[in-house]
């Protein structure tokens, strides 16, 4: 009689046991400990991240402030054809009044051919 008498008090105190152990594992502090375990490894990777990103984003800021600065250039450009037709106009004006002073000025004063006993 006496061997499942000890057999329930073993029982008892290895639930007993399980149960304190279970308790001390997930006691708080020890919660806390391993989160500051997880912290204290995974903080340097985490701050090279946010330390890559920050640059990428300067980054990419400098890029967006190119392209919109090339963009306003273009846009720029393209307001100012009307002036470009303008001076194209003009300087084929002044190429087709110099042309007509070249021609007048050859006209008052041509230029005689060169006799064979000159050359």
């Known amino acids: 009689m006496e061997e499942p008498e ?26 806390l400990y391993r989160l500051q375990e997880h912290v204290r490894r995974s903080l340097p990777e985490l701050a090279q991240h946010k330390a890559d990103m920050q640059r990428w984003e ?7 402030y190119t392209v919109e600065y090339a963009c306003s250039a273009v846009k720029n450009l393209v307001d100012s054809s009307i002036y470009f037709r303008s001076v194209e106009g003009l300087l084929k004006q ?10 007048a000025t050859q006209g008052h004063s041509p230029k005689e051919p060169p006799t064979p006993s000159s050359v």
């Open 6 to 31: 000890m057999q329930l008090k073993g029982k008892k105190v290895t639930d007993k046991f399980t149960e304190s152990v279970y308790v001390l594992a997930n006691e708080p502090s020890v919660a």
């Open 94 to 103: 002044a190429i087709n009044i110099r042309d007509h002073m070249n021609a």
């Open 58 to 64: 300067e980054q990419s800021q400098g890029a967006i």
